[in-house]
């Protein structure tokens, strides 16, 4: 993964903002702990690995980044409000998530618990707990709930993933609604197949292939291909944008069946 902060181009509305990020032990999640870090906001990434984490600051720190851990399981509501007691974020990136591919009939119930526990009950957990400390602190913020495209259309084998990340669709609209009065705007990104180092291998098989051939731009997306929707998100271009889906997916969704 490449954690170089780099000049980019500065988002209105994200300097000096204090963003929390799940699941950045890895993958699309430290991607995004970097991409902020290079807006200068201060950045505090939580997920179960503190060990991950650690490295992962102290490579960032050495490039100038403002960034802090915090050991933080997002399935657990206890873990969520020890870990966010008393902090205050004016940005949530809800990116934490498990996966499972197995046939519906082999979806045993400690495999449907642990990835609706994650994928939905986690994202409802952190959000509540950011929005409630926004809230009494009289903080406005935003909150952006990371689902996939398979939240709106599906696949063979991830019924369980499929149904947690449609409801965190719908969680987000709920959020917003509710939120948009307290000044926290909530939204969420959907994005596609997105190549990182955990499914690297098999995109490099047949059948990997055979998926990226079904993607109208006949390629896998890249991390970097969702800063700019989540800069959108977070930054103030988006000042007008609550309960939105955007989804980054190279035209899957309006492919033909």
């Not at 084998?157 to 917003?176: C, E, F, H, P, W």
């Not at 609604?177 to 705007?185: K, S, Y």
């Not at 499914?199 to 970097?224: C, M, T, Y």
Request: charged share 20%; hydrophobic share 45%; with cysteine.
């Amino acid at each position: 993964m490449n954690t170089e902060l780099g000049k980019r181009e500065t988002w209105p509305g994200l300097a000096g903002k204090r963003a929390l990020v799940t699941g950045a032990s890895s993958g699309l999640g430290a991607h995004f702990a970097a991409l902020l870090a290079a807006q200068g906001v201060q950045v505090v990434v939580a997920a179960r690995r503190l060990d991950r984490l650690e490295s992962l600051c102290a490579d960032l720190t050495e490039k100038g980044a403002s960034i802090t851990p915090l050991e933080m399981d997002v399935a657990s509501s206890t873990s969520v409000t020890q870990a966010m007691s008393g902090q205050i974020f004016d940005l949530v990136v809800n990116n934490a998530g498990v996966s499972h591919s197995a046939p519906a009939l082999d979806h045993d119930p400690d495999t449907l618990d642990r990835v609706i526990d994650t994928n939905l009950k986690g994202v409802f957990h952190v959000a509540r707990t950011a929005a409630a400390e926004m809230n009494a602190n009289g903080r406005s913020g935003v909150i952006v709930n990371v689902a996939s495209i398979l939240g709106s259309r599906v696949a063979g084998n991830v019924a369980a993933y499929a149904a947690s990340k449609g409801a965190v669709i719908q969680l987000t609209r709920a959020l917003a609604l509710e939120l948009a009065r307290h000044r926290i705007r909530v939204n969420s990104l959907s994005p596609g197949y997105i190549e990182t180092d955990l499914n690297s291998d098999f995109f490099a098989s047949e059948p990997g292939q055979a998926l990226v051939r079904r993607i109208p731009q006949r390629r896998l997306g890249r991390p970097g291909d969702l800063d700019g929707p989540l800069l959108l998100l977070l930054s103030d271009y988006g000042r007008f944008m609550t309960g939105a889906d955007i989804v980054v997916d190279g035209g899957h969704l309006v492919s033909s069946l």
